[in-house]
């Protein structure tokens, strides 16, 4: 990718942030939210092709009381992480609950595979 064309996308994310987190953020935290959750969109764009293969596989691994899944969830994503999680971040756009969209979002995180959560934190 061009440097213009970066230079674009990134003033576009940051004019987003201005417009959509104005007030609920002081201006130099925007990061502690944007940095974060575009890191998550990239992962779920990433995992979205086989999401329901690894949601598959889960299923499969539990009837089977396996324990150690890690592998085999791995090679169902086809990628180092995966998630099990039901939802990915369009489901979870169209939450209308307030508290329910937290509790969603929490189960989201939470079916990341063991580094997401460190990489994503950091």
Known sequence: MDQPRLNWIANFIWGIADDVLRDLYVRGKYRDV????????RLDAVLEPTKQAVLDMKVSLDKAKITNQDQAL?????????NTSKFTLRDLKARASQSQLKADFEAYLDGFSGDVPIVVEN
């Open 34 to 41: 944007i940095l974060p959750m575009t890191v998550l969109r």
């Open 74 to 82: 791995r090679q169902a994503a086809g990628q180092a992480f995966y």
